[in-house]
């Protein structure tokens, strides 16, 4: 089949969950030899251009990049606010040199399949039935309204205001999409239940983001037992907001218990104000580090403390892949169809995170049966080019 994937930020590096959401399909339709095309924005937040992609990434794909700058601006967002109708965080990626490379991808190529990474390239999808006759489909990474309704929720004052409103609009958003496909791809089982009451009315197959597993290859020769490590995005609010909780409210207690015990945090783009509140005692902030699968595989119980976002969580996926113990919120590990205290701990109060770190802490034989557990569910549920095939079959089934 011939696949055009947009998106609105470049899957290279894959240092963030819709990164590779995006890239590993790049690989699975690649791999499958499908001939894929790549249209991306090149924002100020994920600059990046075509002669950056290493040889091994380039190779996968026709890869086509348009600086669009998507910059956060306090203005800009007030003016938003008070004279447009739609939320902020569409309006960033609404651009005129995206529209005309889009316009010219069209002229130039013909496409079976146009798959949409996300809502913000939505918008986009009347430009694409006046150019092409190529099946439209939402890959939809979230529900993107209730990462901003349960933020809001955890939010005071003005933030809280601005969010509410910001949620709202997002949903209003969202609905005014839905149908304007041919068919709806969720990543998750929940998402796709939420759009469908929501009013999708397309068909849909769920597709959960898979996993290469001749890169995430589980190595325990450097091993720290005991340690506690988190990593993720710390540009993103949910993990800020998350982090801050489990250092304020969990960390206290365990580092009176085991005063020999660490806890590592690393993540690109954390805030100053955060990298401040993580001075406490044994807590190591490591900042963005070289190798996150190294960095995992060197250190024992991953932690995700998350009390809002959407989707899946695509860390918690790479730290099965790679045999780690987690605990997670119930939140942190919506989406993801395991079996709690088989294939990972959850633990949703400050007690309840204490009581299930200590548990591991203690009992090695649980720590090491959990890791197993998890591997196995990993190579079993989410097989990068099994993936890739029953969306290419689902795709086929619809082809007119």
């Known amino acids: ?23 590993n399909l790049i690989k699975g339709f ?10 991306s924005m090149s924002t100020v937040k994920h600059r990046i251009t075509v002669d950056e992609l290493p040889e091994s990434v380039s190779d996968l ?30 309006a960033r990626f609404i ?45 939809a ?9 349960r933020t809001a929720k955890m939010s005071k004052g003005l933030l809280k205001f601005y969010l509410k409103n910001l949620a709202r609009r997002i949903k209003k958003f969202e609905l005014s999409v839905l149908n304007t496909y041919d068919l709806l791809v969720p990543i998750t089982e929940r998402d796709n239940s939420i759009l469908n009451k929501l009013g999708n009315k397309q068909p849909s197959q769920v ?34 907001e998350g982090l801050l909780w489990f250092v304020q409210n969990c960390w206290p207690a365990l580092n009176k218990k085991y005063p020999d015990l660490k806890f590592y945090v690393a993540g690109r783009g954390t805030p100053e104000w955060l990298e401040k509140k993580l001075k406490q005692s044994n807590v190591e902030f490591l900042g963005e580090v070289e190798d996150a699968y190294n960095f995992m595989n060197s250190k024992a119980i991953m932690v995700v ?62 720590f090491t049966k959990l890791g197993e557990n998890a591997i196995g569910f990993i190579h079993e549920k989410f097989d990068n080019l099994a993936t890739a095939g029953k969306l290419i079959d689902f795709y086929k089934q619809h082809q007119q």
């Open 305 to 366: 403390p998350l009390f809002s976002g959407s989707g899946m969580r695509i860390k918690i996926i790479e730290g099965m892949a790679l045999g780690k113990s987690i605990v997670s919120s119930p939140i942190g590990a919506e989406g993801i169809e395991i079996e709690p205290g088989k294939h990972l701990l959850i633990a949703e109060t400050p007690s309840e995170f204490v009581d299930a770190i200590s548990n591991l802490v203690e009992d090695k034989d649980m």
């Open 207 to 240: 597709s959960q983001t898979g996993i290469d597993s001749s890169v995430l290859v589980p190595n325990a020769r450097n091993l720290e037992y005991p340690s506690v490590f988190h990593i993720g995005s710390m540009e993103w609010s949910p993990n800020q």
């Open 141 to 149: 990474h979230n529900v993107e309204f209730e990462i901003w309704e």
């Open 95 to 139: 651009n005129i040199d995206f529209s005309k490379a889009l316009s010219k991808l069209l002229e130039e190529k013909e496409f079976d399949v146009i798959q949409l990474e996300g809502l913000y390239v939505c918008p986009y999808i009347p430009l694409i039935r006046r150019k092409s006759k190529a099946m439209i489909v939402y890959r």
């Open 1 to 23: 089949m011939r696949i055009l994937q947009l998106s609105n930020k470049v899957p290279y590096p894959t240092k963030d969950g819709g990164a590779i959401a995006s890239m």
């Open 30 to 39: 690649s791999h499958l030899r499908h001939e894929v095309t790549v249209l």
């Open 61 to 90: 794909a026709d890869f086509r990049f348009v600086d669009v700058p998507a910059r956060i601006s306090a203005i800009k967002a007030l003016s938003n606010l008070l004279f447009s109708s739609l939320p902020y965080n569409a």
